[in-house]
């Protein structure tokens, strides 16, 4: 019965996977469980051994590296105050180093310049450059590159 032996290793392995989330143990469950369906199929124990380590290989040189980029890009989508940023805006109040107010997506934002020596007047079209809590970091369109 090897293929019962390979069958619990895949599940102590997956089981140590939901724990540590490596991505490691889970593909040698994977791997594990090729192996329990080569056993099953009759092969002898090299046999196993190889499906066993090309499918490790193929899970831990292939299949781990994409799913780990694919863990660690950036979200498509913006929400809440992110979706902000490169927003145009209109100035409702003249925006200096320390206060202003802007008009963005149609809803009142406290701003600041971004560069520190701007006094943008009112009716300026700005970009929204960061989010500050929930005050919007501007700069002036027609000074962008």
């Known amino acids: 019965m090897p293929w019962f032996v390979w069958l619990l290793a895949a599940l102590t ?3 140590a996977e939901f724990f540590t989330l490596t991505l ?10 090729v192996a ?3 056993a099953g199929v009759g092969v002898g124990l090299f046999g196993q051994l190889v499906a066993f380590g090309v ?6 040189l292939v299949v781990r590296p994409l799913a780990t980029r694919q863990r660690t890009l950036t979200p498509l989508t913006r ?9 145009r805006a ?17 809803e009142e934002w406290s701003a600041r ?20 809590g929930a005050t919007a970091l ?4 027609d000074l962008l590159p």
């Open 13 to 15: 392995l997956g089981v």
């Open 55 to 60: 499918a490790a290989a193929a899970g831990l």
């Open 90 to 106: 209109e100035v409702m109040q003249e925006v200096t180093a320390s206060h202003g107010l802007i008009k963005v997506s149609g």
């Open 79 to 87: 929400e809440g105050s992110d979706a902000l940023i490169g927003k």
């Open 36 to 38: 329990a369906v080569v």
């Open 113 to 132: 310049a971004l560069d520190e020596s701007q006094v943008i007047p009112v009716g300026a079209l700005v970009d929204v450059m960061e989010i500050e």
């Open 138 to 141: 501007v700069y002036p369109r």
């Open 24 to 33: 490691v143990l889970g593909l040698l469950a994977g791997a594990a469980l």
